[in-house]
């Protein structure tokens, strides 16, 4: 499922969680992003779902249902979608 | 290790949620009176709570001196008051210091022009209105309307603060630089603090519950609490009570995370273990644990497995409550207010309660927990300070009949290591030499880091941890920071966001770089470092405030080893608002053009080739030269530059004719610019050039003197 929205979501990762030097395109769309995968953290998770939530306007639950929107860029552009999220920029 | 001796508690003050004084707060923090309500000071908007343990009733003087007062100082004013009358002391006729615990000072009142400044270069000018934004603004506060000090100090180690001001002040006590003390620390509720922690989702919309199993997060609270510490012979010999006394210290840093505490708690265990064996106390003579308890679901369960891991079976005698469900997190006044309430209950034989605390977390119940307000005869009781970056304080405090004299040794330190960041480059060891030359054309100091590692660091973090690394920081080192304002420019992007885009949007990750002592935090992390981390402040002489810290706590064995120096970054507030005006009442005569860097000393017990042989701290030059060594042959004195203030305050000194450098050409101007004097003076030790050299620092109001030699 790669696509505009997901190309998007990985550029605002690398821009927002600081990963100089990470090319976007090198995020596996699947690849967890917490934890193993591109070894994220909570504090990533909230600064993540700051970003999100001001380009997209969709908020990202704390708890169980960020871990579901937070799988992978993947799931994350579908928890976007499916909440109605329209890019601000 | 050394001895750091006894401090007998010979007077308290307290301000918080409820109460401003100690005969106010204490019977209703015993009673377990929550004074968490609606959030007045502030328009709470947006946040996740409106809820926080204001200070009701506080009225912030105006002197007729057109200084500006913060909330901060008002508390730190009430508090102080308070504990030097129970003293009964008067600091016009015995030596008595001043060290301030403190994370934001007079942000509360600065937020507004802060965001301003950031959005409106025309907003960027000197102000009164600023006067009371430097963390070192409250102990210059306190000097004025409750001193003369002999001495002051102000110390950020974030939520740890308040209690590092006892660590310091025990020091004084023992190399016997002072007769009494008076520590504490300062925390007004403000925005940035505030909306920071609301978007680390670290608060809890409710009144907190710490070691509850629904506990949420934090309630947010301001307050003050100081203390006078003396040492017991001399405060019997003058009549005064005391029914408590500070015993051990112990300081660590956990290298781990710069908001989360690793879930083991080891760190916190060895600085429990290095209290108690500080003062030659066992485990099982620990009878209750004011603990951290911020309510945060990781800090209590992490705190438990500490207590557990240091105290091992004999956790299940000492009871353990948790204050801040009564007064909220005063952040920087905690770890004052708490060992207060710790030695009061010492005082009484009655334990405060932990209020909310119904279902205790499976993860909590291995401690004794107090539910109500207890009896309980307690010789020996510990406090706990957790702070950001993993700096963890705590204190071992007893019963006064069950105080015996501790021995108190001083070691003799030593410099293994040098290191800096400038426009210079990265510079170690003798390298640093090049800090007495001429600027060249500049070169990027922070190439070596790991982009990684760094992502997260800003620019002062950044050059902290490329100078440690230079001056060849290892793993049971601390970090001792000297900066001036912190980083203003940070917070004031931070606030502008805030403002305009609500608390909401407002970045989580830069919140903790906003805390003074990040620096040091982030670069403890980088590097592995687990001894005391801590930033140091006292505008000019902050880089010079911050190495006389680490020497005195290696001199009294508060640590082995550490680097030491300073830190100041780029700020376009500090150049064009806060330099100005602050070297004007400092009477510094230098263009506000700012450069930006970091210089480090690694200090050490073991035997090197070079010594610091002294480090005095006055009110003048001229009280800091005489409290020195005379020069040995072939010496040399460093500064920032060789101005008028300098040869008045070397003037009739045995130090007079002594020729001297500065550094300021090379390294560029700004606050820290004692930390590369420091390092430069000790460079020319170890290259051979001179055999001793003094450095010092003279601003107005504040004067230090370091003096280095080669080891004989």
């Given at each position: 499922m790669s696509d505009s929205l997901v190309s998007e979501l990985k550029s605002l990762i690398v821009r927002e969680l600081n990963l100089e030097g990470r090319d976007p395109a090198s995020i596996v769309d699947s690849a967890p992003l917490f934890g193993e995968g591109l070894g994220l953290d909570s504090l990533d998770a909230l600064q993540l779902a700051m970003a999100v939530e001001e380009q997209y306007g969709v908020r990202i639950p704390e708890g169980d249902g960020g871990r579901v929107a937070f799988a992978s860029v993947a799931a994350l552009a579908t928890w976007v979608r499916e909440h109605g999220g329209a890019s601000k920029g | 290790m050394g001895g750091v001796g006894v401090g007998a508690l010979t007077g308290f003050g307290v301000v918080c949620a409820v109460g401003r004084s100690v005969a106010e707060a204490w019977p209703r923090i015993l009673a377990g009176e929550r004074g968490i309500g609606p959030l007045t000071v502030f328009d709470g908007t947006?946040?996740?709570?409106?809820?926080a343990a204001e200070v009701k009733g506080l009225v912030v003087p105006s002197p007729v001196d057109g200084s500006v007062w913060s909330r901060s100082d008002a508390m730190a004013f009430e508090a102080a008051r308070e504990a030097l009358a129970m003293a009964g002391l008067d600091p016009r006729r015995v030596r008595v210091g001043l060290v301030v615990g403190g994370t934001t000072s007079g942000m509360l009142e600065t937020e507004e022009l802060l965001a301003r400044m950031h959005a409106d270069p025309t907003a960027r000018q000197p102000t009164p209105d600023m006067i009371a934004h430097p963390l070192s603004a409250t102990a210059d506060r306190l000097a004025v309307a409750l001193g003369p000090f002999t001495r002051a100090r102000t110390v950020c180690s974030a939520c740890s603060s308040g209690a590092n001001a006892f660590a310091i002040g025990l020091s004084w006590l023992a190399l016997g630089e002072v007769d009494a003390v008076l520590v504490g620390g300062t925390d007004g509720l403000c925005r940035l603090t505030f909306t920071g922690f609301n978007a680390l989702a670290a608060i809890d919309p409710d009144p907190c519950r710490p070691f509850d199993v629904r506990r949420r997060g934090l309630s947010i609270g301001e307050g003050a609490g100081f203390c006078v510490l003396e040492r017991p012979a001399a405060a019997r010999a003058r009549g005064a009570r005391f029914e408590a006394a500070v015993v051990g210290v112990g300081v660590t840093s956990e290298a781990h995370h710069i908001t989360n505490p690793a879930e083991d708690g080891a760190m916190p265990a060895e600085a429990v273990r290095r209290a108690l064996a500080s003062a030659g106390l066992r485990a099982e003579q620990v009878g209750y644990v004011n603990a951290?308890?911020?309510?945060t679901p990781l800090n209590d369960a992490m705190e438990t497995r500490a207590l557990v891991t240091a105290l091992g079976p004999h956790v299940e005698r000492a009871w353990v409550s948790s204050t801040k469900a009564v007064t909220g997190h005063t952040l920087a006044a905690a770890g004052a207010l708490e060992a207060i309430f710790t030695a009061l209950a010492l005082r009484d034989g009655e334990l405060p309660p932990t209020v909310g605390l119904e279902q205790v977390d499976p993860k909590c119940a291995a401690l004794r927990h107090v539910v109500t307000r207890q009896r309980a005869d307690v010789d020996v009781a510990l406090s706990d300070s957790f702070g950001f970056g993993g700096v963890d304080t705590v204190l071992a405090l007893a019963r006064a009949d069950r105080v015996d004299a501790l021995a108190v040794s001083r070691r003799s330190v030593y410099v293994s290591g040098l290191g800096s960041a400038s426009r210079l480059g990265a510079l170690s060891g003798l390298e640093n030499l090049a800090l007495l030359g001429e600027a060249g054309a500049p070169v990027d100091p922070l190439s070596g880091l790991d982009p990684a590692k760094s992502r997260r660091f800003d620019r002062h973090a950044r050059l902290a941890t490329v100078a440690l690394a230079a001056a060849g920081a290892v793993r049971a080192d601390g970090a001792f920071l000297g900066t001036a304002y912190g980083d203003p420019d940070g917070s004031a992007a931070f606030l502008a966001r805030v403002f305009e885009k609500g608390p909401r949007l407002a970045p989580p990750a830069d919140f903790p770089n906003l805390v003074p002592s990040s620096p040091a935090g982030h670069a403890s992390i980088y590097l592995g470092l687990q001894g005391p981390v801590m930033a140091v402040a006292d505008l000019s002489a902050s880089g010079e405030a911050a190495l006389a810290t680490a020497w005195e706590w290696i001199a009294m064995g508060l640590t082995d080893s550490a680097c030491a120096g300073s830190v100041e970054g780029p700020s376009v507030i500090a150049e064009t608002c806060l330099a100005p005006q602050f070297r004007a009442l400092e009477g510094i005569v230098r263009p506000s053009e700012r450069s930006d860097g970091a210089a480090v000393a690694r200090l050490t017990s073991e035997r090197s080739e070079?010594?610091?042989l002294a480090v005095a701290q006055g009110v003048d030059g001229a009280a800091v030269l005489a409290a020195l060594p005379p020069p040995r042959e072939c010496a040399s004195i460093v500064v920032a530059e060789d101005d008028a203030e300098i040869a008045a305050a070397l003037a009739g000194s045995a130090w007079a004719a002594v020729p001297r450098v500065d550094?300021?050409?090379?390294?560029?101007?700004?606050?820290?610019?004692g930390g590369f004097a420091f390092v430069a003076a000790c460079a020319r030790v170890l290259a051979g050039e001179v055999e001793c050299a003094l450095v010092l620092g003279v601003p107005r109001g504040r004067a230090y003197g370091l003096v280095v030699s080669r080891a004989r």
């Open positions: - | 947006g946040q996740r709570t409106s809820l951290h308890g911020t309510a070079v010594e610091v550094v300021l050409r090379a390294a560029g101007r700004h606050e820290g610019v």
